[in-house]
């Protein structure tokens, strides 16, 4: 998801104008290993690059978009969030997947940084220690009255003071953590308007962690005009307050697939076993096809992985062949030149499908396995997985474009491979 998210997000962005990458996420697939880097990889960013992961707590979002902002460089952040929750359990019901992401520079802009202010406070509403799959969660009304209604009303008014706006001024209001009862209360005690309340969202894609104060202020800026104000405040251990204001140049943001669009492509399920077992909560028998050793050849990995991770093939300089992966010698037999070609990126090309065939007996986490030739524009063919099938019809010509998934689990080593997959274009 943080693949997809900053991928969009760097759409029009040079890459190698980028300078820094910020990973939020209290999820992260890895404890100690740089998941930033694995992003960074994939995305294709300069090797020259400064990454930071920040966790720790459902606020890191916002804090790694602040960092991002006033360190003065070009830079992308990414919150991205997939929270463990108990079966049965309120959190079950409220907990949403989610990711965005935001590129940063001084260019270009689709909102304005005004500022931000920070109340930090060992609140607990709720904790999970390090080896703790899930979290504990304390009593409503202790966070309620203790924390959504005293700290964030503290953030937002050290904000407006600080920036010299008036709370009327405030167009948008985003706040995340309370319901609409307390951010009523809070926006009274304020002096915001209620009418600037805007929706949090948790109806269509529940509560995404730390990428919701993102996935809430991305909404807004692509529903809001020209010069109007935006306040986005974060619950957690304290709050976080930032301030913006809408570009001229907003309109670009159609350019992008944003957020309403991707809640336009939500495909519903009320297939609960389905849902657990995507979501580790349920150990199924998956038979002795799944018995094999997945153990990760990292040293080849390393030696491969601008064509695993990045997605990286080849283009021949001579004949103006492409082809994935890369190799010495160029694969059009009319050429057959040595050491003449040149790296290609082929994860933003649009494809095609040219064959496809759907196993029922291969091991797979969703049957049928559906694989195939993919056909990409400009040239080259690769043999690959195909996603997000289930409600299309297939057929030779059906337009894909490319996805960073996990491609594999090591469950002796608890570790997982990802690769890039084609998935189906939604209609």
């Not at 740089?34 to 606020?59: H, M, T, W, Y």
């Not at 003071?161 to 706040?175: L, N, Y």
């Not at 196993?359 to 080259?380: I, M, R, S």
Request: hydrophobic share 40%.
């Amino acid at each position: 998801m943080a693949v997809e998210a900053a991928n969009n997000a760097l759409r029009d962005v040079p890459l190698d104008k980028v300078r820094k990458l910020f990973f939020a996420s209290t999820s992260m697939p890895f404890s100690d290993r740089q998941n930033a880097a694995v992003i960074a990889e994939a995305l294709s960013l300069p090797r020259n690059l400064f990454c930071a992961d920040i966790g720790g707590s459902l606020k890191s979002g916002l804090s790694a978009l602040r960092q991002a902002l006033e360190s003065g460089e070009n830079a992308v952040v990414v919150a991205a969030e997939k929270r463990a929750a108990k079966p049965a359990s309120a959190q079950e019901m409220s907990f949403g997947d989610g990711a965005a992401a935001f590129g940063v520079g001084d260019s270009e802009l689709l909102a304005e940084y005004l500022g931000a202010y920070s109340v930090s406070v060992d609140m607990t509403d709720h904790y999970r220690e390090r080896d703790s799959k899930y979290g504990y969660y304390l009593e409503d009304r202790w966070i309620r009255d203790e924390g959504y209604l005293k700290l964030i009303p503290e953030s937002i008014a050290g904000l407006l003071k600080q920036a010299g706006v008036a709370g009327g001024a405030i167009d948008h209001v985003v706040m995340v953590g309370p319901d609409l009862s307390a951010r009523k209360k809070i926006s009274s005690q304020c002096d915001l308007s209620v009418n600037a309340l805007g929706d949090d969202l948790y109806d269509v894609c529940g509560d995404t962690g730390s990428a919701h104060p993102l996935v809430l202020l991305a909404y807004t800026i692509e529903n809001a005009s020209p010069g109007q104000l935006i306040l986005v405040s974060g619950f957690a251990q304290g709050c976080e307050s930032m301030l913006f204001r809408v570009a001229d140049d907003v309109g670009r943001c159609k350019n992008y697939s944003g957020i309403t669009n991707s809640l336009a492509q939500a495909k519903p399920s009320d297939d609960y076993v389905r849902y657990l077992s995507f979501s580790n909560a349920l150990d199924l028998d998956w038979g002795i096809r799944a018995e094999r050793d997945n153990r990760t050849a990292h040293s080849v990995f390393y030696r491969k992985r601008d064509a695993v991770t990045s997605f990286m093939g080849g283009h021949c300089t001579l004949c103006n062949t492409k082809q994935f992966p890369q190799s010495r010698v160029c694969v059009n037999p009319d050429c057959r030149a040595l050491d003449t070609q040149v790296a290609e990126p082929f994860k933003d090309k649009k494809s095609y499908v040219k064959s496809f065939t759907k196993d029922w007996l291969a091991h797979c986490y969703n049957p049928p396995f559906v694989y195939g030739n993919v056909e990409f524009e400009g040239g080259g063919f690769v043999m690959m997985e195909i996603v997000e099938a289930e409600d299309q019809e297939l057929g030779v010509g059906t337009p894909l474009k490319m996805t960073f998934r996990i491609k594999d689990r090591d469950a002796q080593r608890a570790y997982h491979r990802y690769f890039w997959k084609a998935a189906v274009v939604a209609e």
